[in-house]
Nanobody, 121 residues
Framework: QVQLVESGGGLVQPGGSLRLSCAAS????????MAWYRQAPGKERELVAS??????TTDDSVKGRFIISRDNAKNTVYLQMNSLKPEDTAVYYC????????????????WGQGTQVTVSS
C-alpha cells in the first residue's frame, strides 16, 4: 500500500504565497508521474500541474504563478504558489501513479487526503 500525505495549505491574503508538499510512502518501486489537482466548492476536480519523466505541465490558469517540482529521492512533490488569487481557493489534492514492484510494470493510482487553500482578505 502507498500513502500520500499533503501539507502546507492554509489561509493567505491575495497576492501571497504558499508551498504545498506531498510525500509518498509505502510499497514504492518508482513513481513516474505526480500531479496536483484542485476542487473548488460546486466545481469538478481539475488538474493544476503535473510532473513526469517527460517533463512538467501547468494549467493556463496558474501559468507563471505556480511551479511544480519534485525531490525523487524523497518521493515528494511540491507546488509553489505565488501571486495567489481568491479564485485559487480550493482543496488541493496530490496524485501519483506508482509502480510497486520491480517485477511488474503495472502502475497504481493514489490520491492524498487533500489540503485546504483559502485566499481571502
Amino acid at each position: 500500500q502507498v500513502q500520500l500525505v499533503e501539507s502546507g495549505g492554509g489561509l493567505v491574503q491575495p497576492g501571497g504565497s504558499l508551498r504545498l508538499s506531498c510525500a509518498a510512502s509505502g510499497s514504492i518501486f518508482s513513481i513516474n508521474h505526480m500531479a496536483w489537482y484542485r476542487q473548488a466548492p460546486g466545481k469538478e476536480r481539475e488538474l493544476v500541474a503535473s510532473s513526469s519523466s517527460g517533463g512538467s505541465t501547468t494549467d493556463d490558469s496558474v501559468k507563471g504563478r505556480f511551479i511544480i517540482s519534485r525531490d525523487n529521492a524523497k518521493n515528494t512533490v511540491y507546488l509553489q504558489m505565488n501571486s495567489l488569487k481568491p479564485e485559487d481557493t480550493a482543496v488541493y489534492y496530490c496524485y501519483a501513479r506508482v509502480r510497486t514492484s520491480s517485477t511488474y510494470t503495472r502502475e497504481y493510482q493514489y490520491w492524498g487526503q487533500g489540503t485546504q487553500v483559502t485566499v481571502s482578505s
